[in-house]
Nanobody, 113 residues
């Protein structure tokens, strides 16, 4: 069973920052696109950001300019740096390898107004 281990969620005020981390097995991290998705209460899960093995990135329009996805190939870890957080960013954030093949357990991000 593939395990993607997430960390870094929490409660933050509007305008604050958080960094999410996701560690993956090397055999998964080295060949799959890594991404972050989120699901807010009552809404469908949506792509937030993704990064390919060669470092190309893709972002949802709602987070462009505020969030940055990166990967550390030596640590088999993908990060999501989230700045200028807004209440609308409140959701459970899921790490993904694939796209949409393997999932982490989710980490909750709450942005208070």
């Amino acid at each position: 069973q593939v395990q993607l281990v997430e960390s870094g969620g929490g409660l933050v005020q509007t305008g604050g920052s958080l960094r999410l981390s996701c560690a993956a097995p090397k055999n998964i991290f080295s060949i799959y696109i890594m991404g972050w998705y989120r699901q807010a209460p009552g809404k469908e899960r949506e792509l937030v950001a993704a990064i390919t093995t060669d470092g190309s990135t893709n972002y949802a329009d709602s987070v462009k300019g505020r969030f940055t996805i990166s990967r550390d190939n030596a640590r088999n870890t993908v990060y999501l740096q989230m700045n200028s957080l807004e209440p609308e960013d409140t959701a459970v954030y899921y790490c993904n390898a694939g796209p949409m093949i393997y999932w982490g357990q989710g980490t909750e991000v709450t942005v208070s107004s």
